[in-house]
């Protein structure tokens, strides 16, 4: 789970490279992108998940289409967590 506080004004740039950038990389590297959410103007919340997750972390950092972008300058806060879920 990871929860965004964005930059005031930069929501409609992070969407950009959220959904241009970061989703389509990540699912090709086999994450599961499970909901993203807006809570507010700057409040982001999403959900992605992968089975082997430190190791598909460290290739989607290193991937070249990865280091092209940098949605971190669109953050002000973030808080990354660990989630179990909940068999429905």
């Not at 959410?37 to 919340?45: A, K």
């Not at 290739?59 to 806060?77: D, F, G, L, S, T």
């Amino acid at each position: 789970m990871r929860r965004y506080t964005l930059k005031e004004g930069t929501k409609e740039a992070f969407q950009e490279v959220f959904l241009g950038v970061i989703v389509p990389l990540r699912r090709a590297l086999g994450f599961k992108v499970l909901g993203a959410y807006w809570l507010s103007e700057r409040e982001f919340l999403w959900f992605v998940a992968h089975e082997n997750f430190e190791e598909a972390e460290k290739a989607y950092y290193e991937h070249p289409e990865r280091k092209k972008v940098n949605p971190a300058q669109y953050i002000e806060a973030m808080e990354t967590r660990f989630v179990e879920a909940l068999p429905l």
